[in-house]
């Protein structure tokens, strides 16, 4: 009936609201005073008492009192964007400001939180910066934007001099050079994110002999994000990269360059076999991607031999 899908309608937009669960990956382990989870359960107390008294003016977002000025993971702090580019369809690189030349302050691999505000109401999702740990005077995301996802919506209203809020770092993956004889990172759609400051801290270093072995697993040629920095990469000796299309079957539509390089379908038991196999040396995996990607992988790994203390899940 009418009623039904009406409350229907508006039990999505309650579950659209509702804060997102940090993963125990984004937990740094470090015993901070406010957590991720504590802020996470924070704002779910805040959301459900909202949702209970069915008031939404409860979620309304007030400016913090304080006006820090540096990057702190309690407290968002204002970014101007500088520049925006559509890299496809669906997905921008986002530039945004930083006083003088100062640096971000981020390990390669760590991520912020963004928040939006949409109608009055406040969302936050994830994102990690692929600009190089060490950017001066910037920092740039790729953020995908989804037909009906309410950050899309905030993220398309974005035009360069605007600000954005950002609090952060977060993450517990801390890469240190030659800490790894290899590493095979596995990433799906903006799941790259994580992988380009790490990949271009370690190209930056000559002292840094690690091999890396990235997988980038796309649905077509044409939605693969970043290609120039991913081509520039594999020209060094000790990078290689590969791609694994879903939606495309056939190599002749490809750069002759890509062909040797590219597989089709998806990322499964036996290409992640052969993946590990052909490592150099038992390499260290790094994935990221959506919630399912990433289950997949780490089953996969495990079949092919590597222990849950070799590879982690961002």
């Known amino acids: 009936t009418m009623g039904e899908r009406e409350e229907d309608g508006a039990e999505e937009a309650w579950l659209q609201l509702r804060p997102v669960e940090p993963l125990p990956s984004q937990c740094c382990g470090g015993g901070c005073s406010l957590c991720v989870f504590d802020l996470y359960h924070r704002d779910l107390a805040r959301w459900e008492a909202a949702r209970a008294s069915k008031d939404r003016s409860l979620l309304s977002w007030q400016e913090s009192q304080s006006c820090p000025s540096k990057l702190s993971p309690e407290t968002f ?49 994830a994102y990690t910066p692929i600009s190089p740990a060490n950017a001066e005077g910037y920092f740039e995301v790729l953020i995908k934007c989804y037909k ?17 809020f950002w609090r952060g770092p977060f993450g517990g993956f801390f890469y240190k050079p030659n800490q790894y004889g290899e590493l095979l990172m596995l990433a799906a759609g903006t799941g790259l994110a994580p992988m380009v400051p790490i990949l271009q801290s370690i190209t930056d270093n000559a002292d840094d002999e690690t091999f890396v072995t990235l997988v980038g697993c796309f649905k077509t040629f044409e939605g693969i994000y970043l290609k120039t920095f991913l081509q520039e990469q594999a020209r060094f000796w000790n990078v290689r990269t590969f791609f694994v299309l879903s939606q495309e079957n056939s190599p002749e539509q490809l750069p ?42 780490a089953r996969c790994l495990q079949c092919a031999g590597l222990t849950g203390d070799s590879y982690f899940l961002f």
């Open 148 to 164: 009906t996802g309410l950050m899309s919506r905030y993220v398309e209203s974005w035009r360069a001099g605007d600000t954005a």
């Open 256 to 297: 002759w360059s890509y062909r040797e390089k590219t597989h089709f379908g998806r990322l499964g038991q036996g290409l992640i076999e052969e993946l590990v196999s052909c490592c150099r040396r038992k390499p260290f995996a790094l994935v990221c991607g959506s919630a399912e990607f990433t289950e997949d992988i």
């Open 77 to 125: 702090l204002a970014f101007r964007i500088s520049a925006m580019d559509k890299l496809t369809k669906d997905t921008y690189r986002v530039r945004f400001a930083l006083p003088g030349n100062s640096q971000l302050g981020l390990q390669p691999g760590q991520h912020l939180v963004l928040r939006g505000i949409v109608d009055n109401l406040e969302i936050q999702r």
